[in-house]
């Protein structure tokens, strides 16, 4: 554990574990996004190790254990800390930072994480020195800040030369056909309206699409697969939840309709913002979630 790089902090210690609040404005951030976001991880804030595993195995595939284990790693925008926990099993320390209220949803989960820190920044007062960390991840953070690629090039800073970042960005559905972009567009509309009602009645519809959209998706994709037609099952929409919960549907239902912020990027346009902000060696996976991709700091 190294050293805050200032000290305009307070802390924050009524809660299970210490919270460093940094008190630097911002400028690179939606205050309403960031709102939304910590009123959505104060209704999440509980994930089960089965959850976590399941998931964190999905964006963590393309990381070898050499560049985790006994590492010091930063999380940023770690939300409730679910990610920061399924590192913390490997990783010699790690530091996670949020901008939102979520940091008290982070506090419970990793009470029981002796290496990990909590501290409420965001990417334009990441509270460290440049070249700490073996490796910073940021996972679906970064399409939710005004200017994606000065966010990342803020993580990468942070990132020891010969280290390495590990990002997950909305895909732009490249890789997709006419009627599911198509089926996007009207969601993406309808996320507009959502994201702006009040806290009640957008967790409540928001809650209503995952039982009455996501979950027919899923189960029929569920069905395709068990009579073995698992390529047609893979191409339908939401498939990708059949291996989870409806806790994490009902979570990322309220997450995909609830923000108001939202950016999508190709394949491309990630490869390139990752050469900018100094990374070479760049693998993207071609499992889902699209796009998570890695890359070593030069």
Not at 46 to 68: C, M, N, R
Not at 75 to 84: E, K, P
Not at 94 to 101: L, R
Request: glycine share 6%; with cysteine; aromatic share 14%.
């Amino acid at each position: 554990m190294k050293p805050f790089k200032n000290v305009n902090y307070t802390v924050y210690d009524s809660s299970p574990k210490e919270i460093f609040v940094f008190h630097e404005d911002q400028q690179n951030i939606d205050e309403k996004t960031v709102a939304s976001f910590g009123d959505e991880w104060t209704t999440f804030s509980s994930f089960s190790d089965e959850e976590i595993k399941i998931a964190g195995d999905q964006y963590f595939d393309i990381v070898a254990d050499d560049l985790l284990n006994n590492k010091y790693v930063l999380d940023v925008g770690c939300g409730t800390g679910r990610w920061t926990k399924y590192v913390a099993e490997k990783a010699a320390f790690v530091e996670c930072i949020d901008p939102s209220d979520a940091v008290f949803s982070a506090a419970k989960l990793l009470k029981d994480c002796p290496n990990t820190r909590i501290s409420k920044a965001g990417v334009d007062n990441i509270p460290f020195e440049d070249d700490t960390f073996d490796l910073v991840f940021s996972l679906g953070v970064l399409h939710h800040i005004p200017d994606t690629l000065q966010a990342m090039k803020s993580c990468v800073k942070k990132v020891k030369p010969g280290g390495s970042f590990l990002v997950y960005l909305y895909y732009n559905f490249e890789n997709r056909g006419f009627l599911f972009k198509s089926l996007f567009f009207f969601s993406n509309i309808l996320r507009r309206f959502i994201s702006s009602l009040p806290k009640f009645f957008k967790t409540k519809t928001c809650w209503l699409i995952a039982v009455l959209v996501y979950m027919p998706f899923v189960l029929l994709s569920k069905g395709l697969r068990k009579i073995g037609l698992k390529k047609l099952a893979n191409k339908m929409p939401l498939s990708y939840y059949t291996s989870h919960s409806f806790n994490i549907i009902k979570n990322d239902a309220l997450d995909r309709f609830g923000t108001p912020l939202e950016q999508r990027f190709s394949r491309k346009e990630i490869t390139e913002m990752m050469v900018k902000s100094g990374l070479s060696e760049i693998i993207i996976s071609d499992n889902e979630p699209y796009w998570h991709a890695i890359g070593k700091r030069q």
